[in-house]
């Protein structure tokens, strides 16, 4: 269904190559995963299967691409017939006002009767599993809602090929192995190709008929899961997973689990690890965060806080009371919809609650912004919003310089620094990638040395290696900085945050300890992924009150 | 200040699917009522005409069955109405003294409330889908009446980083105005996301596209026409 041969594309701007002498087909049916690093050339890849390319990337492009029978370089206005494609951000891919209007857009571009068009939405919103979003308005719709509409919008098409970029990045595990459910009942039932980009290979790879590595715009490997073994996975420079670092920190890498399949790694490591455990070491630890609890000043309080957005029904926010002290690092943990933003926007005052009160810094934020500025650092989801000179180091010199920091040059160069953005000093802002956005946002946001740093969802777009670098950045700051971080990674969470308030449907449903908490709550119930040393402790040491949080502390804790 | 009045703006151009009499309405009745309340507001000259005027929003939200539809509105408004009247009565050329001056400010700022109340509801209450398709019965460019859509569906999320990033500047002690650096940014980036989902659902592919979404009820949007004829008749007896 999709043949791509010796194809190579520069952008009119670059001097290099993105893609180079790409090879691959997939067949009717198949599921097809690309992985690689951020930057590797997946999206790239994608906007030329989608017929984007020349038409609105302009660039020098040479090869053959095929989908269905259409000629993708020669024909790109046909591929809409055969193919459908999914992209990483919901929000943007709606185009009208209500679910229906939006299923059955598609269809109508294509001047079918009224009858078939509305057979049509009904199959694609039922196989989304989403029937009762149809008589939703599209602003209505949570992320996870998004992605189904946007999906049914692109199958209401019935495309014989169905392409996805990232399309897990902004939704929780739970929603995210329902997509991919659905993609893979699709292939099965269906016999729809998928063709998936992803930089996290664990969301995927169970459902994977087939995975392409890409990195630097060429394919280094590409062949079943299956194949894949951890050796192999070891040299290849794509984003590598949780599991091999656990059995790497085990010192149980030898030549026969090095053989093994990266499919099988689970078993390896449940094999592996032995199974008793001092628990003493944690019982400490959990003791020593409550001993500390109430000994500082408060800097985020909130009593009673609700918040209802306009023109919707229910309120996001439900009674949220909140003390959040002087060097705490604060994890606010949820699902999609559960109001982790919402709740993070009234910190920083961009919403009023519709009830209660929120005092940051001792003052209220929605009326008194001027006077916690430079003293809250905020990075928002998207980091673009927040730049506003051509260069890096400009952009960060220039908040130096309104924020009054002394030496605010050499603030600059140490803010980089610490961000690792000093290499890409000179770049302009808008060709760096997602991550590298998202350090230099962060660099704005600490170069004024802030008592408290807020961010929105900062692993959104990030591969693991990436989120890795953005972890012991982050551990640096918060030394000095009270954090308080939306998300819904724990892994991220539990490997900074001290505290944790789990928040679904808008309400704090546990609030505590780090450690204790994600022991006691069962946050694998809400969605959340748990990371895998967790899991791992969870299920050796059934009802353990505490455990390690990372791979280290897991190895530490296994008894010799 | 200027966080507030976006913020108002922001939920006063969100559209609303809760089921009325004004989001039922017929897509023609409610152009046509809105037409002739525009032609209405225009030769109204008193006070008392006024008032009666604005009778009509307060009438259209008591058919929404939500008052907040009206003060929400209200919210939106009120910072530019009141810079109207302000100015009207300060530069009159009777001088701001005369009672005369205020009485033709507070005249032309509760005409102007009335016409813009009046949209403002019919707005949050109308499918963009509906009038995009009897737009195009009329005959106007399949790309004119998209854009129509588009407009409705892009402002609130415009206006919604235009908050995230006005906030996220003034807590890094910039102006105001250096919003829209990112703001534009980002609105572009968005846009062409947008077209390009447009261009992968194949739009503009065919000049005939079928519309699934009724044009509305006609016994509800006689109740909207009726209501505005019996406004000017009100007006007119007076």
Known sequence: MIRIENLWFKYSEGRKWVLKNINFRVNRGEFVVIVGPNGSGKSTLIRILAGLVPKFYHGEIKGNVIVGNINVLRNPEEVFKVAGFLFEDPEVQLVTTTVRDEVSFGPSNLGLNKDEIEKRVKWALEVVRGKILEERSNFELSLGEMQKVVLASILSLKPKVLVLDEPSVFLETKTVSELYTILKDLAVNEHVTILAVEHD??????????????DEGEIIWQGKPEDLTVDMMQMLPMPQLELIDLVKQLRNMNEHVLKESIVKLHEIVEYISPKTMNLRFFKEHCETEIHNENLRDTIVEMENVWFKYPRTLTYAIKNINLKI????????????????????????????????????????????????????????????????????????????????VPNAAESTEKALETMGLTEYRDYKVLKLSYGLRRRLSIATAVVGKPRLLIL???????????KRKLIKTLERIKKNTTLIIASQDLDLIVKLCNKIALLANGSIVAYGGTRKLVYSENIKDLGIEEPLVIKLSKKFFKNIKYGPLTIEEFEKAMAK | MILWIIDKIRIALTFS????????????????????????????????????????????????RKAKVLFESLQAIILP?????????????????????????????????????????????????????FLE?????????????????????????????LASLKLRKYPTWKTLIPLTVVSMEKALRTSETLYIKGFGWSKKRTYVTPLGNVKDGLIMLGLVMLISLTLFIL
Request: proline share 6%.
């Open chain 2, 81 to 133: 109405i009141s810079l109207l009247f302000f100015f009207t009565w300060l530069l009159s050329p009777e001088g701001p003294l005369s009672m005369y001056a205020a009485i033709r400010a507070a005249t032309i700022s509760l005409r102007i409330s009335a016409l813009a109340l009046t949209l403002l509801i019919i707005f949050s209450f109308t499918n963009p889908v509906s009038l995009s398709a």
């Open chain 1, 456 to 466: 929105d969802e900062p692993t959104t777009y990030l591969d693991y290696r990436s």
């Open chain 2, 137 to 165: 019965k009329c005959r106007l460019p399949l790309t004119l009446t998209q854009s129509i859509i588009l407009t409705w569906r892009l402002i609130p999320l415009v206006l919604k980083d235009f908050l995230e990033a």
């Open chain 1, 201 to 214: 290979l664990n969301k995927v790879i169970e459902y994977a008929d087939k995975l392409i590595v890409l």
């Open chain 2, 17 to 64: 699917k809760e089921k009325n009499i004004i989001s039922n309405a017929h897509i023609v009745f409610k152009i046509v009522s809105t037409i002739i309340f525009f032609a209405i507001a225009i030769t109204v000259r008193g006070l008392t005409d006024a008032l009666i005027l604005l009778s009509y929003p307060v009438i259209l939200t008591c058919l929404t």
């Open chain 1, 325 to 404: 002290s002087l060097g705490d690092s604060i994890g606010i943990l949820g699902p999609n919809g559960s109001g982790k933003s919402t709740l993070i926007k009234m910190m920083v005052g961009i919403l009023k609650p519709t009830h209660g009160l929120i005092r940051v810094l001792g003052v209220k934020p929605f009326k008194s912004r001027s006077k916690v500025a430079g003293k809250i650092g905020y990075v928002p989801q998207n980091p673009t919003l927040t730049f506003t000179s051509p260069t890096v180091f400009s952009e960060v010199y220039n908040v130096a310089k309104r924020l009054n």
